[in-house]
């Protein structure tokens, strides 16, 4: 026997939220997700009417979700944002190249204006050859650091007010679990902020309205709105590490599907004792992006590329900042330290 | 999405296997018998001596337990709280100065109402642990978890002392020792003990048949093993609190080991309980205000105290919980425990670095002032709520 609907007690049951456990009709769950997302949009105060917001748009399941629902959004409650879409081309044959298409695609149905920034254009390097220099082991260090710059550098450009990411719940909830089993106090504290305002320049203001949404059902509306994303896995594979942390996000959700809710609960509730050293935002030296050293994490891993020598932004090099600053020679062994990668 | 937007320095300390020495890292004679960490090789003898000396540091610079203090230790049976009552034992018998000063007692809750036991099992299992108990000299109490229905209301209400005895620990002290000097000996703490003995021997541990059903449907009315751990931990601290204050014990002593704290930290951020993390968590819990409970085997991992039981002898029982013999996914604490403790054989710095972040974390409910509102406070865990209904934050 078919199940009904338990919400409009009409139509018949097509799926079980994740989140809730309930049955619901297909129009039903579509209401229910968009409403989650308006409700957080406005309780967390995100957007202010007449502002651009800048979408980043990977060509993935969560930024194709993110872009459409928020058009659905800025027309059904008329925000009065401008929306447009920002991509980063990591220059990663095979992937990026593959879902930037999807991205292209995704220009003409939600009709958004679409801006791609390439590393080759902004650092001279595109992923391919870095991961030459540096090997799959750290790859990703230099991709997250140069895809954050990346965002802020094009939405710069095009005088966005605004960026919002497609980090759902199952990220945030991850992103608090690694920071406890790394130690990082000052990340954790962050982590599960909605938003961040930028002090400094160089930084845009960035949010997260998925922040509430669970992964699976991201997944759900994206199938029953036929939404067209790519769904590769990075051809670099991340660390190893974090794979633990995802791991066991999963079978928590298993065990208790409110578990991904629980966990950014504590997070947001957690407080810092005082005293605890906190490191203060800057700006870099170099380029003007935040930064808590005297050279942002970008330029620092971006001179270790140009001078061959890729550990220089990887681990605590910190003494060797001002000698890059003034450009002096490095010793033999500083260079060699900084040299040896392991593959 | 990829989730690597933010940089992380330094690669994780990978497992290594650790090179053979033969020698005591510390005295560099005796020969090696264990390994704690990379590096750190002890003989049996110097062995002791850092685990000793370790438990006194641990008292020494929190300095929250006074001279002729009544503390009451929650003993399980396990490993990691018959190590910390030898630990006690110990510190008692040294000579002054290093002697330990303040009066123990010794607390059992007997959760074989739960746990699947049978009356003749939670026997077998309570006459052994009173044979170590009574071995110590210390007095006990074997207090039935059935007994939870036997507790005032007022078990749920934080109570605050007029007198801070945190204020002046070097006056408790000095108050101690001229006390010490009036009566001439400094023995009171055993003296004290035998009429305690005495007493406590007749204080059958029984429990009514109406409360042994009254338990059973409350943990059958929880659908899942996650919520009947949850309750069965609450119900505990209950009566070890009641215990406590009836028989004045402004002390309770709890044998979590660091990696227990690492998992128990980890399970609360899993269950939501992150505001609460630093109570839960902390060396010393003062959420109750007249009983503190503190912790002094966090600095120990439950290898360390595997190590010297064996070496040293120290016995422990071994008592079935709620999750024995349950599978891996079985519960969200099951699950966490598993998790830390294969990444652990992993990334040996995993629990260290999980149980150093509960030191850097502040307890949500301000302890030791009367002045927060008794509304805000959790009615089970007595925690500050951290609850705003039909609001999001942030
Ligand atoms: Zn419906
Ligand atoms: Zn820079
Ligand atoms: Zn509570």
Redesign the pocket.
């Known amino acids: 026997m078919p199940i009904q609907?338990?919400?409009?007690?009409?139509?018949r049951?097509v799926l079980r939220r994740p989140k809730t456990g309930y049955s619901?009709?297909?129009?039903?769950?579509f209401w229910a997700f968009e409403e989650e997302i308006h409700q957080t949009i406005v309780s967390a105060q995100l957007f202010n009417r007449g502002e651009t917001v800048g979408i980043g748009a990977s060509g993935g399941k969560d930024s194709t979700v993110l872009a459409h629902v928020l058009k659905v959004l800025n027309e059904r409650y008329d925000y009065g944002l401008k929306l447009l879409l920002l991509s980063v081309d990591e220059g990663i044959t095979g992937y990026r190249d593959d879902s930037l298409e999807t991205v292209k695609r995704n220009q003409q149905q939600y009709d958004l204006p679409l801006t791609i920034v390439s590393y080759e254009e902004l650092y001279g390097w595109t992923m391919d050859a870095i991961v030459k220099q540096v090997g799959l082991k750290n790859n990703c260090t230099f991709c997250g650091v140069f895809r954050r710059q990346a965002l802020d550098r094009g939405a710069m450009m095009l005088n966005v007010d605004k960026i919002c990411t497609g980090h759902n719940a199952d990220d945030v909830a991850e992103t608090v679990l690694m920071n406890v089993l790394r130690g990082d106090i000052a990340r954790l504290h962050r982590c599960t902020a909605i938003s961040t305002t930028s002090d400094g320049e160089g930084a845009i203001p960035r949010c997260k309205p998925l922040k509430y949404a669970y992964e699976k059902e991201i997944v759900l509306y994206a199938y029953f709105k036929k939404l067209d994303y790519f769904s590769t896995e990075c051809v670099y594979s991340p660390n190893a590490y974090r794979g633990h942390a995802r791991t066991f996000l999963k079978d928590l959700e298993a065990v208790r599907p409110s578990a991904i809710m629980d966990i950014i609960h504590s997070g947001e509730n957690l407080s810092v004792k005082e005293g605890v050293k906190m490191p203060v935002q800057g700006t870099c030296s170099r380029c003007g992006y935040i930064s808590s050293q005297a050279l942002c994490k970008s330029c620092v891993l971006l001179e270790g590329l140009n001078r061959g020598l890729p550990k220089l932004g990887i681990g605590k090099h910190h003494r060797l900042h001002d000698k890059i600053l003034t450009q002096q020679a490095l010793t033999q062994q500083e260079e060699k330290k900084l040299k040896a990668m392991d593959f | 999405m990829c989730q690597v937007d933010e940089e992380y320095n330094s690669p994780l300390e990978h497992k290594s296997l650790p090179a053979v020495s033969k020698k005591c890292m510390k005295c560099k004679e005796g020969t090696a018998v264990l390994i704690i960490r990379v590096g750190d090789a002890f003989c049996r003898s110097c062995f002791k001596e850092y685990f000793i000396h370790k438990f006194r540091a641990m008292l020494g610079k929190n300095r929250v337990i006074f001279p002729g203090e009544k503390v009451l230790l929650a003993v399980s049976g396990g490993p990691a709280s018959s190590c910390m009552l030898a630990q006690v034992q110990e510190g008692l018998s040294r000579d002054a100065p290093k002697k330990l000063r303040f009066m123990p007692g010794i607390i059992y809750i007997d959760e074989g109402g739960v746990c699947g036991q049978n009356a003749e099992e939670r026997e077998k299992a309570v006459v052994q642990l009173e044979s170590i108990f009574r071995m110590t000299g210390f007095p006990y109490h074997i207090v039935p978890l059935e007994q939870v229905f036997t507790l005032p209301e007022s078990v749920l209400e934080p109570v605050y002392s007029r007198e801070q005895p945190g204020s002046s620990y070097k006056a408790a002290v000095d108050q101690h020792i001229r006390t010490e000097v009036t009566r001439g000996h400094g023995e009171p703490a055993v003296e004290e003990t035998q009429d305690a003995v005495g007493r406590l021997s007749l204080q059958a541990s029984t429990y009514k048949p109406e409360h042994k059903l009254a338990l059973e449907g409350l943990f059958s009315s929880l659908k899942t093993l996650t919520a009947k751990q949850d309750m069965l931990q609450i119900l505990r601290h209950h009566l070890i609190l009641h215990t406590a204050r009836i028989n004045g014990y402004s002390k309770v002593m709890i044998g979590d080991s660091c990696t227990r704290l690492a998992i128990k930290l980890l399970t609360n951020i899993s269950l939501g309980r992150g505001a609460a993390l630093a109570a839960d968590t902390a060396f010393s819990d003062s959420r109750y205000g007249d009983v503190v409970m503190v912790r002094p085997m966090r600095d120990y991992s439950s290898k360390e105290i595997g190590f010297y039981n064996r070496l040293f002898e120290v016995q422990s029982v071994f008592i079935p919980g709620l999750d024995t013999k349950t599978a891996d996914k079985a519960s969200i604490q099951r699950l966490t425990e598993s998790f830390v403790v294969k990444l652990q054989a992993d990334f040996p710095s995993t629990v260290s670095t999980v149980y150093r972040t509960s030191e850097k974390l502040h307890t949500a409910c301000p302890p030791q002032s009367s002045t927060t509102e008794a509304a805000a406070k959790c009615l089970l865990c007595l925690c500050a709520l951290d609850t705003k209904a039909g609001k999001l934050q942030h």
């Open positions: 609907c338990s919400s409009c007690a009409k139509k049951a619901l009709c297909k129009s039903c769950f």
